[in-house]
């Protein structure tokens, strides 16, 4: 019979040598007395190395206040909820009970947790270079998005920034939908902003990144058209 994790671990592009270290890496602390709080510990110290380490090689001009505000976005639970969201973390994890019943499979904090729970485990399991090309391989898209000189700032609070400077009223987030596939949820929001006529949606895998991918869409109209 196939291992149901077979499928993550194909998702990571990573095959455990120890498929136990990989089992610990998604149990709650609800679910057992060996948990993953752990791992969890040391992946976030892992997880802050790699992308500073990448981020002072790809912006070798950028101050350190420049790169910690960089880092800070990066490895923020947001960040990392939607990286294992698109890794469809949840349908993977154990769970306590009470954690099942209200919904922890797809709770942003639990899915932050594991993975930098699972960052860990790659490294003990294969070593640095394997864990800092996974880390890379799962954040990349996120990494090259950011540019040389941008404000650093979030979407959401450059668009009010925007709105703000013209004496325009703040922008306006509702919730269109929500819907799990697969174990991974999808939140789409939308935007209304006073200078546009319609208003701009955007998607995420969860809330508050749907509410920047909907604030992005608006901005980059209304400057556009500034």
Same mark, same amino acid.
């Given at each position: 019979?196939?291992?149901?994790? *077979?499928?993550?671990?194909?998702?990571?592009?990573?095959?455990?040598?120890?498929?136990?270290?990989?089992?610990?890496?998604?149990?709650?602390?609800?679910?057992?007395?060996?948990?993953? %709080?752990?791992? %969890?510990?040391?992946? *976030?110290?892992?997880?802050?190395?790699?992308?500073?380490? =990448?981020?002072?090689?790809?912006?070798?001009?950028?101050? %350190?206040?420049?790169?910690?505000?960089?880092? =800070?976005?990066?490895?923020?639970?947001?960040? #990392? +909820? /939607?990286? $294992?969201?698109?890794?469809?973390?949840?349908?993977?994890? %154990?769970?306590? +009970?009470?954690?099942?019943?209200?919904?922890?499979?797809?709770?942003?904090?639990?899915?932050? *947790? +594991?993975?930098?729970? #699972?960052?860990? =485990?790659?490294?003990?399991?294969?070593?640095?270079? /394997?864990?800092?090309?996974? /880390?890379?391989?799962? #954040?990349?898209? +996120?990494?090259?998005?950011?540019?040389?000189?941008?404000?650093?700032? *979030?979407?959401?609070?450059?668009?009010?920034?925007?709105?703000?400077?013209?004496?325009?009223?703040?922008?306006?987030?509702?919730? /269109?939908?929500?819907?799990?596939?697969?174990? $991974?949820?999808?939140?789409?929001?939308?935007?209304? =902003?006073?200078?546009?006529?319609?208003?701009?949606?955007?998607?995420?895998?969860?809330?508050?990144? $749907?509410?920047?991918?909907?604030?992005?869409?608006?901005?980059?109209?209304?400057?556009?058209?500034?």
């Amino acid at each position: 019979m196939t291992d149901p994790l *077979d499928l993550l671990q194909l998702r990571l592009g990573h095959r455990f040598a120890d498929p136990g270290l990989l089992r610990r890496a998604l149990t709650h602390r609800s679910a057992r007395r060996q948990h993953n %709080e752990r791992l %969890e510990f040391l992946g *976030d110290a892992l997880l802050g190395f790699v992308i500073a380490e =990448a981020l002072t090689q790809r912006f070798p001009q950028a101050t %350190e206040g420049e790169l910690t505000r960089l880092r =800070a976005r990066m490895v923020s639970g947001e960040a #990392l +909820a /939607v990286a $294992a969201n698109e890794l469809r973390l949840g349908e993977f994890l %154990e769970l306590g +009970a009470g954690e099942r019943k209200t919904g922890g499979h797809r709770r942003a904090s639990i899915l932050a *947790d +594991a993975f930098e729970a #699972l960052i860990c =485990a790659m490294y003990l399991d294969a070593g640095i270079e /394997v864990c800092r090309e996974r /880390v890379l391989h799962l #954040l990349g898209p +996120a990494l090259a998005r950011l540019q040389p000189g941008e404000t650093l700032k *979030d979407p959401k609070t450059r668009l009010q920034e925007w709105l703000q400077s013209r004496a325009l009223e703040r922008p306006q987030y509702h919730l /269109v939908s929500e819907q799990e596939q697969a174990g $991974a949820w999808q939140f789409e929001v939308e935007c209304r =902003a006073p200078p546009l006529p319609d208003p701009l949606r955007g998607i995420g895998g969860t809330r508050r990144a $749907a509410e920047q991918a909907a604030a992005a869409a608006a901005l980059e109209r209304l400057q556009t058209h500034d």
